[in-house]
């Protein structure tokens, strides 16, 4: 381990290991392991329990992360970080054709890992949204069905009352018409004796 910045660490932004994990796509867990076994590939300084690292971690260990998945033993993937850095010969084509490009920063490089971790979790966020959706509209037309057939059978109850009122009305109809019939031979035979009296009365009268 090499504790302390290197030259000119000191006018770059220095990482903690959260950010080295939140850079390549790895956990916190990860880095930690990687660092640990990879101690000697590692320049920082601490700040109380916290260490520091330059800019270029996110670089080394994002290549033991890639060499970690190729069998190597741990001291050929220190060599070829060391030695080989061939993440490093592969950029060197870039800077010959563009020398004054400048270099992008470590906060917006995009990880593959990352990106694909991003991009299942909207999926994953979309289909629970798409599910729930699914389920109100199923619930909303099932409220409405009830709905429906709530008013059904309102209109069925209503429907059933008129035609008793109906049937109530005709009743009355008829037993009105009964009275009537009942009452009519009382008034006449009635009308017919007041009407004997009547023309009896005077004819009593001349006699005397």
Request: aromatic share 4%; proline share 4%; hydrophobic share 40%.
């Amino acid at each position: 381990m090499r504790a302390g910045a290197e030259d000119g660490s000191m006018h770059e932004k220095e990482l903690k290991i959260g950010d080295i994990a939140h850079l390549t796509g790895l956990s916190e867990q990860d880095v930690r392991a990687l660092i640990q076994t990879y101690d000697s590939l590692f320049t920082y300084r601490k700040i109380g329990q916290a260490r520091l690292f330059p800019q270029k971690a996110v670089k080394v260990v994002r290549e033991l992360a890639e060499l970690s998945g190729r069998g190597l033993s741990p001291d050929e993937i220190a060599e070829e970080v060391k030695t080989g850095r061939k993440s490093d010969a592969a950029e060197e084509p870039a800077e010959e054709i563009d020398r004054t490009a400048a270099p992008l920063p470590p906060e917006v490089v995009i990880d593959l890992g990352v990106m694909r971790d991003t991009l299942a979790r909207q999926e994953r966020r979309i289909a629970r949204l798409a599910e729930d959706l699914e389920l109100e509209r199923e619930l909303r037309a099932e409220e409405a069905e009830r709905f429906q057939k709530a008013v059904a059978d309102l209109e069925e109850r209503l429907s059933a009352q008129q035609q008793q009122l109906a049937l109530i009305a005709k009743w009355v109809d008829y037993f009105d018409r009964q009275m009537d019939e009942a009452t009519r031979p009382v008034l006449d035979r009635f009308r017919r004796t007041v009407a004997k009296k009547s023309d009896s009365a005077p004819s009593s009268g001349r006699s005397g």
